[in-house]
Protein backbone atom coordinates (compact mmCIF):
# COMPACT_ATOMS: atom_id res chain seq x y z
CA UNK A 1 0.00 0.00 0.00
CA UNK A 2 1.41 3.62 -0.76
CA UNK A 3 1.74 6.07 2.06
CA UNK A 4 2.60 8.99 1.93
CA UNK A 5 3.04 11.29 5.77
CA UNK A 6 3.90 14.86 5.98
CA UNK A 7 5.70 16.21 9.15
CA UNK A 8 7.18 19.77 10.29
CA UNK A 9 4.49 21.90 9.44
CA UNK A 10 3.43 24.77 12.33
CA UNK A 11 3.84 28.75 13.29
CA UNK A 12 6.48 30.63 12.05
CA UNK A 13 6.84 35.05 11.74
CA UNK A 14 7.21 36.14 8.13
CA UNK A 15 10.80 36.14 7.23
CA UNK A 16 11.61 32.79 9.15
CA UNK A 17 11.80 29.10 7.63
CA UNK A 18 10.81 26.04 7.77
CA UNK A 19 11.23 22.52 6.66
CA UNK A 20 9.22 19.84 5.92
CA UNK A 21 9.45 16.22 5.67
CA UNK A 22 7.54 13.33 3.47
CA UNK A 23 8.34 9.80 4.49
CA UNK A 24 6.93 7.50 1.76
CA UNK A 25 6.11 3.89 1.69
CA UNK A 26 4.59 1.07 -0.66
CA UNK A 27 6.82 1.79 -4.03
CA UNK A 28 10.07 2.29 -4.89
CA UNK A 29 10.84 5.94 -3.75
CA UNK A 30 13.75 6.70 -6.55
CA UNK A 31 11.62 5.48 -9.47
CA UNK A 32 9.18 8.46 -9.20
CA UNK A 33 9.65 12.00 -9.28
CA UNK A 34 7.81 13.86 -6.06
CA UNK A 35 6.15 17.14 -5.56
CA UNK A 36 5.01 19.70 -3.08
CA UNK A 37 1.42 21.21 -3.75
CA UNK A 38 -0.29 23.67 -1.03
CA UNK A 39 -3.86 24.77 -0.52
CA UNK A 40 -4.36 27.93 1.26
CA UNK A 41 -7.28 28.61 3.64
CA UNK A 42 -10.29 28.20 1.79
CA UNK A 43 -8.21 28.41 -1.41
CA UNK A 44 -7.80 26.13 -4.04
CA UNK A 45 -4.70 24.06 -5.23
CA UNK A 46 -1.32 25.61 -6.01
CA UNK A 47 1.76 23.19 -7.34
CA UNK A 48 5.35 24.76 -5.23
CA UNK A 49 7.68 22.33 -6.46
CA UNK A 50 8.93 19.11 -8.40
CA UNK A 51 11.82 17.01 -8.45
CA UNK A 52 13.06 14.27 -10.72
CA UNK A 53 13.52 10.22 -9.06
CA UNK A 54 17.11 10.58 -9.04
CA UNK A 55 17.47 14.23 -7.51
CA UNK A 56 18.93 15.71 -10.45
CA UNK A 57 16.75 18.10 -11.41
CA UNK A 58 13.91 20.55 -9.91
CA UNK A 59 11.48 22.54 -10.69
CA UNK A 60 9.71 25.77 -9.24
CA UNK A 61 6.72 28.63 -9.72
CA UNK A 62 7.81 32.05 -9.86
CA UNK A 63 5.64 32.34 -6.38
CA UNK A 64 8.42 30.66 -4.80
CA UNK A 65 11.59 30.37 -6.83
CA UNK A 66 14.75 31.28 -4.79
CA UNK A 67 12.97 31.20 -1.67
CA UNK A 68 12.06 27.10 -1.36
CA UNK A 69 14.30 24.31 -1.77
CA UNK A 70 13.44 20.96 -2.69
CA UNK A 71 15.18 17.89 -2.09
CA UNK A 72 15.60 14.10 -1.74
CA UNK A 73 16.82 11.30 0.49
CA UNK A 74 16.40 8.06 -1.52
CA UNK A 75 18.10 6.15 0.78
CA UNK A 76 15.69 6.93 3.38
CA UNK A 77 12.64 7.46 1.33
CA UNK A 78 12.14 11.31 2.35
CA UNK A 79 11.09 14.45 0.60
CA UNK A 80 11.83 17.83 1.87
CA UNK A 81 10.57 20.98 0.91
CA UNK A 82 13.15 23.92 2.35
CA UNK A 83 10.94 27.27 3.04
CA UNK A 84 13.51 30.28 3.60
CA UNK A 85 12.23 34.16 3.63
CA UNK A 86 8.38 32.66 4.73
CA UNK A 87 5.53 35.11 3.91
CA UNK A 88 2.32 35.64 5.46
CA UNK A 89 0.43 34.52 1.94
CA UNK A 90 2.55 31.09 1.87
CA UNK A 91 -0.13 29.94 4.50
CA UNK A 92 -1.20 26.79 3.42
CA UNK A 93 -2.11 22.90 3.81
CA UNK A 94 1.06 21.56 1.72
CA UNK A 95 0.82 18.20 0.46
CA UNK A 96 3.60 15.76 -0.83
CA UNK A 97 2.31 14.15 -4.12
CA UNK A 98 3.71 11.21 -5.85
CA UNK A 99 3.88 11.41 -9.60
CA UNK A 100 2.65 8.44 -12.13
CA UNK A 101 5.60 8.06 -13.73
CA UNK A 102 8.40 11.12 -14.17
CA UNK A 103 5.76 13.63 -14.90
CA UNK A 104 2.70 14.43 -13.25
CA UNK A 105 -0.45 13.96 -12.52
CA UNK A 106 -0.07 13.31 -9.06
CA UNK A 107 -1.39 9.54 -8.15
CA UNK A 108 -0.89 9.13 -4.44
CA UNK A 109 -1.27 12.14 -1.69
CA UNK A 110 -0.12 12.90 2.11
CA UNK A 111 -2.86 14.21 4.62
CA UNK A 112 -1.06 17.53 4.52
CA UNK A 113 0.54 19.63 6.74
CA UNK A 114 -0.58 22.78 7.79
CA UNK A 115 1.80 25.85 7.59
CA UNK A 116 1.07 29.28 9.31
CA UNK A 117 3.00 32.32 8.68
CA UNK A 118 1.96 34.55 10.86
CA UNK A 119 3.17 37.86 14.16
CA UNK B 1 2.55 29.99 -17.74
CA UNK B 2 -0.90 28.38 -19.16
CA UNK B 3 -4.03 29.61 -17.22
CA UNK B 4 -6.80 27.02 -16.45
CA UNK B 5 -10.06 27.87 -16.11
CA UNK B 6 -12.93 26.39 -14.30
CA UNK B 7 -16.76 26.72 -15.59
CA UNK B 8 -18.87 26.49 -13.67
CA UNK B 9 -17.32 27.89 -10.39
CA UNK B 10 -20.37 25.72 -8.31
CA UNK B 11 -23.56 23.70 -9.23
CA UNK B 12 -26.15 22.79 -7.81
CA UNK B 13 -27.35 18.72 -8.72
CA UNK B 14 -29.78 16.26 -7.58
CA UNK B 15 -28.28 12.44 -7.04
CA UNK B 16 -29.02 10.72 -10.49
CA UNK B 17 -28.50 13.78 -12.72
CA UNK B 18 -25.71 14.24 -15.38
CA UNK B 19 -22.87 17.02 -14.14
CA UNK B 20 -20.62 18.18 -16.81
CA UNK B 21 -17.69 20.15 -16.36
CA UNK B 22 -15.34 21.99 -18.76
CA UNK B 23 -12.05 23.39 -18.08
CA UNK B 24 -10.21 25.88 -20.87
CA UNK B 25 -6.45 26.21 -21.12
CA UNK B 26 -5.02 29.44 -22.14
CA UNK B 27 -2.90 27.21 -25.07
CA UNK B 28 -3.20 23.78 -26.61
CA UNK B 29 -1.73 21.13 -23.91
CA UNK B 30 -2.92 17.95 -26.07
CA UNK B 31 -4.11 15.49 -23.54
CA UNK B 32 -2.21 16.98 -20.95
CA UNK B 33 -5.43 17.19 -18.86
CA UNK B 34 -6.10 15.30 -15.62
CA UNK B 35 -8.95 15.57 -12.50
CA UNK B 36 -9.06 15.63 -9.49
CA UNK B 37 -11.99 15.35 -6.39
CA UNK B 38 -11.45 16.71 -3.33
CA UNK B 39 -13.41 16.15 -0.23
CA UNK B 40 -13.39 19.14 2.52
CA UNK B 41 -10.10 18.59 4.89
CA UNK B 42 -8.47 15.24 2.59
CA UNK B 43 -6.06 14.97 -0.20
CA UNK B 44 -7.28 15.29 -3.81
CA UNK B 45 -7.72 12.36 -5.54
CA UNK B 46 -6.95 11.50 -9.01
CA UNK B 47 -9.78 10.38 -11.24
CA UNK B 48 -9.11 11.00 -15.24
CA UNK B 49 -5.38 11.37 -16.51
CA UNK B 50 -4.38 11.92 -20.30
CA UNK B 51 -7.56 13.44 -20.80
CA UNK B 52 -9.86 10.55 -20.62
CA UNK B 53 -8.32 7.53 -18.79
CA UNK B 54 -10.17 6.39 -15.84
CA UNK B 55 -7.54 5.97 -12.96
CA UNK B 56 -7.62 2.26 -11.17
CA UNK B 57 -10.75 1.90 -8.85
CA UNK B 58 -12.25 5.19 -9.98
CA UNK B 59 -16.36 4.31 -10.97
CA UNK B 60 -17.34 4.42 -14.45
CA UNK B 61 -19.84 6.91 -13.95
CA UNK B 62 -16.96 9.18 -14.24
CA UNK B 63 -15.16 9.93 -17.59
CA UNK B 64 -13.02 12.77 -19.04
CA UNK B 65 -13.03 13.84 -22.61
CA UNK B 66 -11.11 17.05 -24.97
CA UNK B 67 -7.87 17.81 -26.48
CA UNK B 68 -6.00 21.08 -27.03
CA UNK B 69 -7.62 23.84 -25.16
CA UNK B 70 -11.32 22.59 -24.13
CA UNK B 71 -11.78 19.94 -21.77
CA UNK B 72 -15.12 18.19 -19.71
CA UNK B 73 -15.27 15.99 -16.92
CA UNK B 74 -18.57 13.74 -16.67
CA UNK B 75 -20.34 12.27 -13.85
CA UNK B 76 -23.06 10.19 -15.47
CA UNK B 77 -25.11 9.67 -12.98
CA UNK B 78 -24.40 11.75 -9.53
CA UNK B 79 -23.90 9.90 -6.10
CA UNK B 80 -24.59 11.02 -2.97
CA UNK B 81 -20.46 10.49 -2.45
CA UNK B 82 -19.47 12.83 -5.12
CA UNK B 83 -20.78 16.12 -3.36
CA UNK B 84 -16.50 17.65 -3.41
CA UNK B 85 -15.42 20.30 -5.58
CA UNK B 86 -13.33 19.27 -8.76
CA UNK B 87 -10.18 20.44 -9.98
CA UNK B 88 -8.28 20.08 -13.71
CA UNK B 89 -4.74 19.85 -13.68
CA UNK B 90 -2.60 20.83 -16.95
CA UNK B 91 0.56 18.61 -17.11
CA UNK B 92 2.13 19.58 -20.31
CA UNK B 93 4.52 22.11 -19.29
CA UNK B 94 5.85 23.61 -15.95
CA UNK B 95 5.05 25.35 -13.91
CA UNK B 96 1.87 22.83 -13.57
CA UNK B 97 -1.28 24.77 -13.20
CA UNK B 98 -4.87 23.60 -11.52
CA UNK B 99 -8.08 24.96 -12.06
CA UNK B 100 -10.03 27.23 -9.23
CA UNK B 101 -11.80 24.59 -8.78
CA UNK B 102 -16.06 23.20 -9.17
CA UNK B 103 -17.76 22.53 -6.38
CA UNK B 104 -21.02 20.43 -6.59
CA UNK B 105 -23.08 20.90 -4.29
CA UNK B 106 -26.72 18.67 -3.02
CA UNK B 107 -29.40 20.69 -4.65
Known amino acids: EVQLLESGGGLVQPGGSLRLSCVVS????????MSWVRQAPGRGLEWVSG????????YFPSSVKGRFTISRDNSKNTLYLQMNSLRVEDTAVYFC????????????WGQGSLVTVSS | DIQMTQSPSSLSASVGDRVTITCRAS??????LNWYQQKTGKAPKLLIY???SLQSGVPSRFSGRGSGTDFTLTISSLQPEDFATYYC?????????FGQGTKVEIK
Open chain 1, 97 to 108: AKHQDYDPPFDY
Open chain 1, 26 to 33: GFTFSNYG
Open chain 1, 51 to 58: ITGSGGST
Open chain 2, 27 to 32: QSISTY
Open chain 2, 50 to 52: AAS
Open chain 2, 89 to 97: LQSYTTPWT
